[in-house]
Nanobody, 125 residues
Framework: HVQLVESGGGSVQAGGSLRLSCAAS????????MGWFRRPPGQKREGVAA???????SYADPVKGRFTISKDNDKNILYLQMNSLKPEDTAMYYC???????????????????WGRGTQVTVSS
């Protein structure tokens, strides 16, 4: 069973930065594909950024150029660096993992197999 634990959320003013972390259990080895999703208040969950095991990345249009996804394979931690934050980035952010391509999963709008519990990000204007 894959366990994912997010951290790093918080409250920040518009224009600020946050870095989210997702600690994955050993079972989620480097062959897993990982990504970040978010659920804004009152809206559906949406894909934010994906990182496949071959290094391929993808980003949702609203975050391109502002967010960066990366992974420390030695520590098995997934990161999401979020810069130039906007109030519309306010959401619960979730880490996810799957053996299938995460870039494909986010492009198709389907659910990955494994989820963390989420970490709240609040951006004030």
């Amino acid at each position: 069973h894959v366990q994912l634990v997010e951290s790093g959320g918080g409250s920040v003013q518009a224009g600020g930065s946050l870095r989210l972390s997702c600690a994955a259990s050993r079972r989620a080895d480097s062959t897993y594909n990982m990504g970040w999703f978010r659920r804004p208040p009152g809206q559906k969950r949406e894909g934010v950024a994906a990182l496949d095991s071959d290094g391929t990345t993808s980003y949702a249009d609203p975050v391109k150029g502002r967010f960066t996804i990366s992974k420390d394979n030695d520590k098995n931690i997934l990161y999401l660096q979020m810069n130039s934050l906007k109030p519309e980035d306010t959401a619960m952010y979730y880490c996810a993992a799957d053996r299938s391509s995460m870039t494909g999963i986010q492009r198709l709008g389907i659910d990955p197999d494994y989820w963390g519990r989420g970490t709240q990000v609040t951006v004030s204007s």
